[in-house]
């Protein structure tokens, strides 16, 4: 009756939008996850058909009794660790894309990886030059324990730094700017411990840990990875609506109601946990944090972050899992530093999908 | 007349505090008020401190002393959330919101009344629709925001503001990026919107031509701190206009409503036509800094009639016994400052040629450019 009298006159009746979320990309992001989670519990260095990784999963013994132990407590942790990560740096990545509503920041601009990066340095190339922690240099003990402590510590101390800096600074971008000092700061105190590190083979170390690897977390440091990375989504999760205000700057933001230096605090709070989580247990990983954003934003056309956010943890997730499968190249035993495939596989696919999407839909900063 | 106010400032001092030093003061003492159903245009030279007020009226600056009341209550004891439902903005500052559609954008105006995740209840859908409904942005609400004009985008960011269901929206430089026609339909749209209300809207603005016609009531800031208040008309009879604008090197015209660039020390040329040819020529030779009388003038030296011919206007013009003859405004013009560049004639008392623009041209001290230096030039 309505669209009756609608078409005599001539005009269209208004389809008025709705915000929905998306369920259909979500689902397929949650399967695209649960497949990829999948693969990096069969494929490695031996293959595990997936019916006896399931059986190992249930706690039944599968045909060969070593797999157990490389499912269980090798492909598992890594696996778990690598979802948490990805999802961890994606979702820190956006909150910091967002909050400096710049395209180009990532979870580490405020500086937390370069404060682990500097924890990890000083126990790994100061050691020698303080005598007494000669027992760091029995090589077994240089281990990811010690490596793990000393990278919190960092990112704690940088966090704790940039949080009361939170508190006081009129406008974010002096958040940025500080992050980025923080940086320039650390990597000179880095540079100072490798140019008179006695020995080459800590040197190397550092640089090992510089690569990044998603192996190196046990069970046991599970237990602490975990709850953090929790903590930190929930913060996140909650945030959404703050997020949203922001995508019309600060100003625009306070006037709609926002307390905006409470939810600087809170975004900067949980984008740290997140970021500083993953470098302290996995070294710092790059890349991820500032592609999935873009790469979700670009694949739903929104920057909505109630789809944003569902959508950046399963992507991360994904891509995490992924890269992570590629450098362990299935089949042999040779591992790939983590960074370089990340950015060796991610960068072509980033730059393909900003160059194929469609007109109009330009760059962040239009 | 109004019995109360929606808003009324008390005493109010705006400024900013410097941290161990006296703080800078903007403006002082305002007594200001602003009552439902009222457009308002807050108009100043530039630099004056007319977006201090405005985000001090806003609640997004502390004020120094004195009190903002929004319906009878202060806006420093409100919470974000509360102030956010009363009032809200259309800033100058570009949005940018990468790839939003128009509706979402328009939809964050809910903000302050949506549950913690934002979701939009019907209702909430409701008041977005006929947000965008109001500033006729219908059609635009499946696109998205980055695509959009500048006309279109400050429609779309007044809807947004309307979303708020504010009971004061307060606009900075609205008109700012808009071509004329743009501009009036915007000062058009945002009329229609303060008369069909229990809103008002306060906005600040450069287009003084523009003000003059749409605003209810003018706030003309001056250098001094104080701020003239009253309708477009009562301040151009009580000379608020000219005295506030008289330093910044222009005249403001009371007959025209309108702003010249001193010219007081040229002297005047006499025009003799009728109807619309008389006017325009007028326009142009006040545009080029001439002063016209219409009478036959001692002082002038110059006499242009304007006569019709057969293929289009003519302009003679007689000077000392000698006539020329142009078809054009613009060879008229060209031919009367070759004249006035060839033989410039001595600085004639200005009140004696030009009673209209009788303005004494002294200028501050600390203007070094001077309305005269000025009117060479041009």
Not at chain 1, 81 to 100: D, E, I, K, R, W
Not at chain 2, 192 to 204: C, D, K, T, V, W
Request: glycine residues 8%; hydrophobic residues 50%.
């Amino acid at each position: 009756m309505l669209q009756e009298r609608h078409l005599a006159e001539g005009t269209n009746p208004v389809i008025w939008p709705h915000l929905g979320l998306r369920p259909v990309a979500l689902l397929l992001f949650a399967l695209l996850l649960a497949g990829a989670f999948s693969l990096n519990l069969v494929l490695g260095s031996v293959t595990v058909p997936l019916d006896q990784v399931l059986l190992i999963l249930t706690g039944q013994t599968p045909e060969h009794a070593p797999w157990t132990t490389i499912v269980r407590d090798f492909r598992l942790p890594k696996a778990l660790t690598a979802t948490l990560a990805g999802s961890a740096l994606g979702v820190a990545g956006l909150q910091m894309q967002t909050l400096f509503r710049n395209p180009l920041a990532d979870p580490f601009v405020l500086g937390v990886s370069a404060g682990a990066s500097l924890g990890v340095a000083l126990v790994v190339l100061s050691v020698g030059v303080v005598g007494g922690a000669s027992m760091f240099a029995v090589s077994g003990w240089l281990n990811q324990m010690s490596l793990t402590v000393a990278a919190s510590v960092g990112a704690a101390l940088v966090l704790g730094v940039v949080l009361l800096l939170a508190r006081h600074v009129q406008q974010s971008v002096t958040l940025l700017i500080v992050g980025l000092m923080i940086g320039y700061l650390t990597s000179a105190l880095v540079s100072l411990l490798v140019a008179f590190a006695v020995a080459p083979e800590r040197v190397q170390a550092y640089i090992v840990w510089n690569f990044g690897s998603f192996g190196g977390v046990t069970w046991q440091q599970l237990q602490v990875f975990a709850p953090t990375i929790l903590i930190g989504m929930v913060i996140a999760f909650a945030l959404t609506k703050s997020l949203n205000a922001l995508l019309l700057g600060e100003s625009y933001a306070r006037s709609m109601g926002l307390r905006v230096t409470h939810s600087r605090f809170w975004i900067v709070t949980s984008a740290s946990l997140l970021a500083g989580a993953v470098t302290a247990f996995c070294g710092p990983i790059a890349f991820l944090g500032i592609a999935v954003p873009h790469f979700c934003r670009t694949l739903l056309a929104t920057a909505d972050h109630r789809v944003l956010l569902p959508s950046v943890t399963l992507l991360g997730a994904t891509c995490a899992l992924l890269v992570d499968l590629v450098a362990q190249l299935p089949g042999h035993t040779l591992v790939l530093p983590l960074n370089a495939v990340m950015s060796l596989v991610g960068a072509p696919v980033v730059i393909w999908v900003l160059l194929h999407r469609p007109a109009g839909q330009a760059s962040m900063d239009r | 007349m109004h019995t109360q106010g929606m808003l009324t400032t008390q005493d109010l001092c705006i400024g900013y505090a410097v941290r161990k030093r006296p703080p800078r003061i903007v403006a002082a003492n305002l007594e200001l008020t602003i009552h439902a159903g009222d457009l308002i245009c807050l108009l100043g030279p530039n630099g004056i401190g007319k977006s201090t007020l405005l985000r001090t009226i806003t609640g997004m600056q502390p004020t120094l002393s004195g009190a903002v009341l929004l319906d009878g209550v202060d806006l420093a004891t409100l919470a974000p959330r509360d102030l956010a439902r009363r009032l809200s903005l259309v800033l100058t500052e570009r949005v940018d919101v990468g790839q939003l559609s128009v509706y979402a954008l328009v939809s964050l105006g809910r903000h302050p009344y949506t549950d913690w995740l934002g979701r939009l209840t019907p209702q909430d859908e409701h008041i977005v629709q006929q947000s965008l409904e109001a500033v006729d942005a219908v059609s635009l609400a499946h696109r998205p925001f980055h695509q959009l004009s500048d006309g279109e985008r400050q429609r779309v960011l007044l809807a947004r503001a309307l979303a708020q269901q504010p009971r004061l929206l307060v606009l900075d430089e609205p008109t700012a990026f808009l071509d004329l026609p743009r501009r009036i339909a915007l000062m058009h749209l945002l009329r229609q919107l303060a008369h069909s209300g229990e809103r008002a809207i306060l906005l600040s603005t450069h287009d003084l031509d523009l003000a003059l016609r749409y605003a209810d009531v003018l706030w003309l800031m001056q250098r001094a701190g104080t701020v003239h208040v009253g309708a477009p008309e009562d301040l151009i009879l009580n000379g608020a206009f000219a005295t506030t604008f008289h330093h910044e090197g222009v005249i403001f015209d009371p007959a025209t409503g309108a702003f010249q660039v001193n010219a007081a020390t040229t002297a005047p040329v006499c025009l003799r036509g009728q109807g619309l040819p008389a006017h325009w020529t007028t326009h142009a030779l006040e545009r080029a800094g001439f002063c016209v009388v219409r009478q036959p003038d001692t002082s002038a030296d110059v006499v242009i009639d304007i006569t019709p011919g057969d293929h289009g206007l003519t302009w003679g013009i007689s000077q000392a016994g000698q006539t020329y003859t142009v078809s054009s405004l613009y060879d008229l013009v060209a031919l009367l400052r070759a004249m006035r560049a060839n033989a410039p004639t001595p600085p004639q008392s200005p009140s004696a040629g030009c009673p209209e623009l009788s303005y004494p041209s002294h200028q501050p001290p600390d203007e070094p450019a001077s309305a005269q230096s000025t009117a060479e030039y041009r």
